[in-house]
């Protein structure tokens, strides 16, 4: 399977259907049907089933989807089906309340550590992490190979940390920075801007 063959767009509802199928084991469920998972996340069952079979055939007609193979093999697809350790740049507000987030551990992550350049902030405890100085970042995450990486750092300082980052070897970066960064084509980069968001929804607004 090309990886580039396959849309954007069916890429990010793959979570999506991942998170409602933990839900459903959860409640005990042991097989759904496309219609059931549409309606729970308010996507077609012909949309869904569009998007699963991109990866292959996972359920049967008449039949449904077992949740629990459907959700092994969404997890291989999305490769979450090992841990990922993350490495976190800015122990502000943001920096802060990501490194202590507990709703990673069960989705195939897990903060490993966090930077900052602030000479106060240097050695102070975070939860179960002492937040480490950025200036030896580059060489910690490489020895480390943590392969992902957050930004939550003002905008005017993103794009020297993504610069370290790259040159650490992370190939994946969330950015909780108002900016966007520049990458080599070989990175990933994925953008939260709760004031974007806002912004989208106001427009449906009177």
Not at 47 to 70: A, N, P, V
Not at 104 to 121: A, L, S, T
Not at 164 to 174: H, M, N, P, R, T
Request: hydrophobic share 40%; glycine share 6%; with cysteine.
């Amino acid at each position: 399977m090309n990886k580039k063959l396959i849309p954007e767009i069916i890429v990010t509802r793959l979570p999506v259907y991942l998170r409602c199928l933990q839900r459903m084991l959860q409640e005990g469920k042991s097989v759904t049907s496309s219609q059931e998972l549409g309606e729970r996340v308010g996507i077609s069952a012909a949309q869904i089933r569009k998007d699963l079979s991109q990866f292959g055939e996972f359920g049967k007609q008449g039949r449904g989807y077992q949740i629990e193979f459907l959700r092994k093999q969404i997890e291989e697809i999305l490769h979450i089906d090992h841990e990922w350790e993350i490495a976190v740049v800015g122990a502000g507000d943001i920096g802060s309340a990501v490194a202590q987030y507990r709703g990673f551990i069960d989705r195939g992550f897990k903060v490993k550590m966090i930077f900052d350049n602030k000479p106060e902030k240097i050695n102070q405890q975070i939860g179960v992490f002492y937040i480490q100085d950025s200036a030896n970042m580059k060489e910690a995450i490489r020895e480390a190979d943590i392969k992902v990486a957050m930004i939550c750092v003002p905008a005017e300082a993103a794009q020297e940390v993504a610069n370290q980052l790259v040159a650490a070897g992370v190939k994946a970066i969330l950015n909780y920075a108002p900016i966007n960064i520049s990458v080599p084509k070989s990175v990933r980069v994925q953008y939260i801007d709760p004031s974007i968001h806002l912004q989208n929804m106001t427009y449906y607004l009177e």
